[in-house]
């Protein structure tokens, strides 16, 4: 088992996962708001890459601790056992307008939110 704790930085990420790249079934890499980075290069080095959807895993009820190195050994639990819940990795060039549109559904409910708080505060007020 590799335990390390690295600085955001690709090339030490690859470099310590390389020696064992001929054993490793694959990297999974939890979906959080910057993983486009690690999984761009595990990709372009030839790794398997699952980007893990954190909603969907669940932990061990009654777990009496839980902190990155347990979690990572669960998560490899899971992809061993085949039922690791992964997302879709969308392609380098659709990423932009992927993101674009996110944001633009976000601004579009905080609007819509406003709106009616704006409406109901009126209502009151009459």
Known sequence: M?????????????????????????VAVESTFNWYWLVDALKDAGFSVSL??????????????????????????????????????YPKEHRALRDLLRKRMQLVQDRSREIIRLKSFIQVRR
Do not use: C
Not at 6 to 25: F, G, M, W
Not at 53 to 75: E, I, M, S
């Open 52 to 89: 893990v959807n954190t909603a969907k895993v669940v932990q061990y009820n009654g777990l009496k601790r839980t902190d990155d190195r347990y979690d990572a050994f669960h998560l490899a639990h899971l992809m061993r056992l085949g039922i690791l819940p992964t997302g879709y990795i």
């Open 2 to 26: 590799l335990e390390l704790k690295l600085d955001n930085h690709p090339e030490l990420v690859i470099k310590a996962l390389s020696r064992y790249k001929k054993q490793l079934k694959g």
